[in-house]
């Protein structure tokens, strides 16, 4: 799959010590080649921290397998919270064309994906 970035939540003044502070990001085919193209450190998150994957062409990055290490958090502290991932893909224009124009009710309640 192609994969344009991963955007984390996390919020410093809930969590405070469980608050990431740095994070790696990893990417590969399986566990055993997994290779880091990203390190992330963050100064008290409060929402969305969005992190770009590119390759060194400045490409999306194809992969299989993506590990999100948390490195350190802030105060030192020993657990995390994480309280949402999510990982976006590009949208290709022409993927969306070939969803089939509905006209009755029944059908165009099921032409989106939710």
């Known amino acids: ?43 008290e998150p409060t929402g969305w921290v969005v992190i770009p994957l590119n390759d060194v062409n400045d490409r999306s990055i194809r992969t299989f397998m993506v590990q999100i290490a948390v490195l350190s958090n802030h105060q030192n502290g020993r ?4 309280r949402q991932i999510k990982i976006h893909s590009p949208v290709n224009e ?11 009710v029944e059908c165009s309640q099921y032409s989106t994906i939710r």
Do not use: C, W
Not at 79 to 82: L, N, P
């Open 1 to 43: 799959m192609t994969i344009q970035d991963v955007a984390i939540y996390a919020d410093y003044k809930s969590d405070e010590s469980y608050t990431p502070s740095r994070i790696s990001v990893r990417v590969g085919n399986h566990f055993n080649d997994l290779q880091e193209i990203e390190i992330v450190d963050l100064n």
């Open 79 to 82: 657990d995390t919270h994480m």
């Open 94 to 104: 022409g993927s969306l064309s070939k969803f089939p124009n509905f006209t009755s």
